[in-house]
């Protein structure tokens, strides 16, 4: 039988198609319609571009939308919430790292479990820097971390947890292993436990 795992996920980008959503915000708070293979391509994490923003103005428009950009209907990536469900009932620990800010850490946590991914309360971390996230996976010492963001990514380089990126046009430089789809996950699992 294969032994119970202690698995983390960061949220936005890597569970939920976050920046997609605040793309299609964007559009409509901005009354373009900029194209969403231009969103497919994107180099960089930050999505204001395309816009004519500049990133200061990138930057004010997202703090500005950021209750609708977190708190409205932005869809989970195919197959995660249904992924998280099946480990939960095989008996794995599901952990949640997030650096979404303080004040809407609990909020989150509460959009999450009404999403339906499986949450328990003290198995849920938000509000550290991207640097800070090493830390507690450190402490919690997790057998497979998941994140989008290269630079959280990069601080895991050298620690013991499996590291996957969840694929995004901005990470393609980095040449750990990659997860495109949720469904994979449940055979990378089986194969390092052979
Ligand atoms: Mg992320």
Redesign the pocket.
């Known amino acids: 039988m294969e032994h119970e795992m202690k698995l983390g996920f960061?949220?936005?980008?890597?569970l939920i198609n976050?920046r997609k959503h605040a793309f299609h915000l964007y559009n409509k708070k901005l009354g373009k319609q900029v194209s969403i293979d231009i969103f497919n391509s994107l180099p960089r994490?930050e999505i204001h571009e395309p816009f004519g923003l500049s990133d200061e103005e990138g930057n004010q428009l997202w703090n500005q939308l950021i209750e609708e950009i977190y708190f409205t209907e932005c869809p989970a990536f195919p197959d995660a919430i249904d992924t998280l469900q099946q480990l939960d009932n095989d008996g794995h620990e599901i952990y949640y790292i997030?650096?979404r800010p303080k004040q809407y850490g609990e909020r989150t946590k509460a959009w999450m479990k009404e999403r339906g991914f499986p949450v328990e309360d003290a198995r849920f971390f938000y509000g550290m820097q991207d640097e800070e996230k090493v830390k507690i996976i450190q402490q919690l010492q997790l057998d497979y971390y998941f994140?989008?963001?290269p630079v959280?990514l990069e601080t895991l380089l050298n620690e013991s947890v499996h590291v996957y990126i969840?694929d995004q046009s901005y990470n393609r430089h980095l040449t750990l292993p990659r997860i495109e789809h949720w469904t994979e996950l449940k055979e990378i699992m089986e194969e390092d436990t052979k």
């Open positions: 960061d949220i936005d980008d890597t976050l994490l997030t650096s994140d989008d963001k959280v969840k």
